[in-house]
């Protein structure tokens, strides 16, 4: 019997050591956690009161603002004439761009070939024992830079309206800014008379 009483008082002597532990550990985590709810209740009081605002500082940003609002806005005749002003500069922009538009074409026009006769004659030849023709002479000039290559395409008539000779005649090419001389003649049958029209038509 008295052994069982010794061991009874070392178990509960035990316990209680671990209760008094237990007990310490507790009081500690519970004086921990409240000093650190505090600690942030402190950072947070100390955030709110450097990013609060009076009233009077309130007053002065709405002052600000409404100042801003009433020297950025617009009445309804000032809007009107920006809308006139940018309907003038988008005329004056369209016409820029047409004249543009024309001196880009008159551009290509002068770089284009453009042949011009110069001191040029056409007449029906019909003599007795030659067969006959049509003579074509004269300087043909390109007025242009880039270079053409032409030819001319004779049609002769003779009487009736029958068609005599349709032809063309090869003249190469003609630089820009240049000219060739031509002289040819484009023969026909001559048993229904002399020619009674032509039309010489420069191709290129």
């Known amino acids: 019997m008295s052994e069982e009483k010794v061991v009874s008082r070392s178990v509960a002597v035990g316990l209680g050591m671990l209760c008094i532990i237990f007990m310490a550990s507790l009081a500690g985590t519970i004086v921990y956690h409240t000093m650190m709810i505090n600690n942030k209740d402190e950072s947070y009081d100390d955030y709110v009161a450097s990013h609060s605002y009076t009233n009077s500082e309130y007053d002065s940003l709405d002052a600000t603002y409404q100042t801003y609002a009433g020297t950025h806005s617009h009445n309804n005749s000032e809007y009107d004439s920006l809308s006139s002003q940018n309907t003038a500069l988008q005329d004056q922009v369209n ?110």
């Not at 110069?118 to 007025?143: H, K, Q, R």
């Not at 002289?183 to 010489?200: A, D, I, K, Q």
């Open 95 to 204: 016409y820029l761009q047409y004249q543009v538009k024309n001196f880009q074409n008159e551009v290509i026009n002068l770089r284009s070939p453009r042949l011009i006769q110069v001191n040029w004659n056409e007449w029906d030849s019909y003599p007795l024992f030659v067969a006959p023709c049509l003579e074509i002479t004269g300087m043909l000039f390109n007025v242009g830079s880039d270079p053409a290559y032409c030819r001319l395409h004779v049609v002769l008539y003779q009487s009736g309206g029958g068609v005599a000779n349709d032809t063309y005649v090869e003249l190469g090419t003609i630089d820009g800014e240049s000219w060739i001389y031509v002289g040819t003649s484009v023969f026909y049958e001559g048993s229904f008379g002399p020619l009674t029209g032509w039309n010489v038509t420069t191709e290129y």
